[in-house]
């Protein structure tokens, strides 16, 4: 038998999500955080990039604030308001200080327990390669959750203010191939739906199925294949990273 999936925890009241690109969060993510917004929970947004780069016809000073408009027009869908972009370079963010530095911040503006972000490894558990950008935002933010608690790593951020927050007590990575952790998303999904279809631009560019069947089609059928490991209720999964 196929080795269930734990609940995810639920003692935490603020948590912030750390991911590269608009749309990132709406690939399944979104379910979940509408969820744990009905619940009282808040949810943050980071976005490292305004996903300038994802539209081959559109130059990217055009893209920019249309996909951050897009944005955050998603994340109201699922109860979030608050959404803050770091303006690194779309398709070559690098991972280093500077970013561990901008996403530790943050975090300490948050104060989050949990953080959220999106699969960090190489690939998506087969020989689907990941991108340079999710690797890089995903390892950092990882990072950043211990950075943001040590007084004596990037100093700077409390003279700025920011004072040190070790409150942080998991990070969960939505797109793992090993999941540990799953959210029952029943009431969430169809929230989760319009979100993503928040992102129509970007969307009508990728695939030439009408955009709500496209959404409906992909994130039903994720979240139907992943109950399968929780109980045969739809899911959003998580690896989770206890601190």
């Known amino acids: 038998m196929t080795e269930q999936l734990e609940s995810m925890p639920v003692d935490w009241r603020r948590a912030l999500a750390v991911v590269a690109h608009p749309d990132d969060l709406e690939y399944g993510c979104a379910a979940a955080v509408a969820v744990w917004t009905d619940e009282g929970r808040e949810v943050g947004y980071l976005l490292a990039t ?6 081959d016809t559109l130059e990217p000073e055009k893209c920019a604030p249309l ?3 897009e944005q955050r027009a998603s994340a109201a869908v699922v109860g ?3 959404v803050e972009f770091l303006d690194h370079r779309d398709g070559v963010i690098e991972y280093g200080v500077e970013l561990r530095r901008d996403i530790a911040a943050a975090i300490r503006r948050h104060r989050p327990e949990l953080i959220v972000t999106l699969n960090h490894r190489d690939t998506w558990g087969g020989v689907a390669w990941n991108t340079p950008d999710h690797r890089a935002v995903g390892r950092a933010a990882l990072d950043a959750a211990g950075d943001a608690g040590n007084r004596w790593i990037f100093p700077e951020l409390a003279e700025q203010g920011l004072d040190p927050w070790n409150g942080v007590r998991w990070v969960a990575v939505a797109g793992s191939a090993t999941p540990t952790h799953a ?7 169809e929230r989760s739906v319009h979100s993503l279809l928040a992102h129509r631009t970007y969307i009508e560019v990728l695939t030439d199925q009408d955009p709500e069947e496209y959404c409906r089609a992909f994130l039903a059928g994720n979240a139907e294949a992943s109950g399968e490991r929780f109980g045969g209720r739809p899911a959003v999964t998580f ?3 206890a601190r």
């Not at 959210?183 to 999904?189: C, I």
């Open 50 to 55: 305004r996903g300038e780069a994802g539209i």
């Open 183 to 189: 959210v029952d998303v029943t009431v969430g999904l």
């Open 239 to 241: 690896e989770l990273f």
């Open 67 to 69: 996909r951050e408009r």
């Open 80 to 82: 979030v308001s608050r």
